[in-house]
């Protein structure tokens, strides 16, 4: 597998912030996001990718989730999904005794096989303030795969209210409930997220929409393997 970082944590965003937790984030994404706080795992103009990058064998990657002793795994990335197929391998291992969270950009749709090994899906789908082509982010198979799903919540990036028009409108044509939505804020630094967040927070609640801060930056800023 292309694995960038193993490290123990807490779970800084969504429903499960603040639990003690395992992260395996993989390397590679089909997105391009301006503003990617984890450039590392894919910008090859800027990052090496032999420096950032580690070719793990399945067993290799269980081994060192193993070491941690805590049974519960977030992955992220980059974009997990673009190895699916080694993540049901290594997932066959761990199941039952993880409780397995995926953090995906929503423009994969997971096989079943791997459904089936999926406690939780955080699905963080891209809008215009990612500067992505829209076309990339929006996949229509993809939102009706997840919003289906009663373990699917969706987390969207907001940088200000001009956001709220396009996710609200992605909401409503996708069905999506409220209840599965989270609002978080677009922030790196510590003093991006002080600035911001209440304004978000506002924001959802005025939306009827839950709200996810990112509390890993608020503790630890832009350090890395936190
Ligand atoms: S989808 Fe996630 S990992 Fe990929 S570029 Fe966007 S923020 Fe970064």
Redesign the pocket.
């Known amino acids: 597998m292309k694995i960038s970082e193993i490290f123990k944590s807490i779970q800084g965003e969504g429903i499960n912030t603040g639990k003690d937790v395992v992260f395996l984030r993989t390397a590679l ?5 301006s ?5 590392y ?2 910008d090859w103009d800027n990052y090496d990718y032999s420096k950032e990058v580690k070719e793990l064998s399945i067993n290799q990657v269980k081994d060192e989730i193993e070491q941690f002793n805590i049974k519960h795994l977030v992955i992220t ?3 997990p999904m673009m190895q699916a197929d080694d993540l049901v391998e290594l997932l066959s291992f761990l199941k039952p005794d993880y409780y397995v969270e995926v953090e995906t ?1 929503g423009t994969i749709v997971p096989k079943k096989m791997l459904t089936d090994l999926v406690d939780q899906w955080n699905v ?1 789908p ?1 809008t215009s303030n ?1 500067n ?1 082509p829209l076309e990339m982010c929006e996949d229509s198979e993809c939102y009706t795969f997840f919003s289906n799903r009663e373990n699917c919540f969706f987390k969207f ?1 907001v940088e200000n209210k001009s956001d709220i028009d396009e996710i609200t409108k992605l909401v409503k044509k996708y069905s999506i409930s409220n209840e599965q939505v989270l609002l978080m804020p677009q922030a790196q630094t510590k003093e991006e997220l002080a600035t911001i967040e209440g304004s978000i927070a506002s924001l959802a609640n005025s939306n009827n929409l839950g709200f996810s801060s990112r509390l890993h930056v608020k503790l630890w800023g832009t350090q890395r393997g936190k």
Do not use: A, P
């Open positions: 994404c089909n997105l391009k996001c503003w990617c706080d984890t450039k795992t894919w990335g980059g974009e950009n963080s891209k990612s992505n990036v």
